[in-house]
C-alpha cells in the first residue's frame, strides 16, 4: 500500500513562509490526483489545494494567491508553498491521495502562525 510522509511544519511569525513536503513510497502522480487539507483545532478537515494528474491546480478561496501546490514526480514528492501566512493557517495539514477506493492520507505536520 502506497504510504504518505508529511514534512516542514513549524512555527514561524505572521507574513513568513514554510515548505511543506509529502513524500510517496512509489509512483502516484500519474493515477491518482494529490491534495493538502489543513484541521484546526474544534474545526472539521478542509481542502486547502488540489493537483490533478493532468497537472492543474485549484485553491480555497482562503489561500488562494498565497499557497502553491507543485510535484516532483521523479522525487514522488508533492509540496505546498505557504507564503504570507496569517494567524488563521495555523492547523495540522495532512497530504491526501485520491483514490475511488478510498483515499491515503499522511499523519500530519504542524504549522503555527504567531501574531
Known amino acids: 500500500q502506497v504510504q504518505l510522509v508529511e514534512s516542514g511544519g513549524g512555527l514561524v511569525q505572521a507574513g513568513g513562509s514554510l515548505r511543506l513536503s509529502c513524500a510517496a513510497s512509489r509512483s502516484i502522480f500519474s493515477i491518482y490526483a494529490m491534495g493538502w487539507y489543513r484541521q484546526a483545532p474544534g474545526k472539521q478537515r478542509e481542502l486547502v489545494a488540489l493537483?490533478?494528474?493532468?497537472?492543474?491546480?485549484n485553491y480555497a478561496d482562503s489561500v488562494k494567491g498565497r499557497f502553491t501546490i507543485s510535484r516532483d514526480n521523479a522525487k514522488n514528492t508533492v509540496y505546498l508553498q505557504l507564503n504570507n501566512l496569517k494567524p488563521e493557517d495555523t492547523a495540522v495539514y495532512y497530504c491526501?491521495?485520491?483514490?475511488?477506493?478510498?483515499?491515503?492520507w499522511g499523519q500530519g505536520t504542524q504549522v503555527t502562525v504567531s501574531s
Open positions: 491526501n491521495a485520491n483514490r475511488p477506493v478510498g483515499d491515503i
Open positions: 493537483i490533478t494528474i493532468g497537472g492543474s491546480a
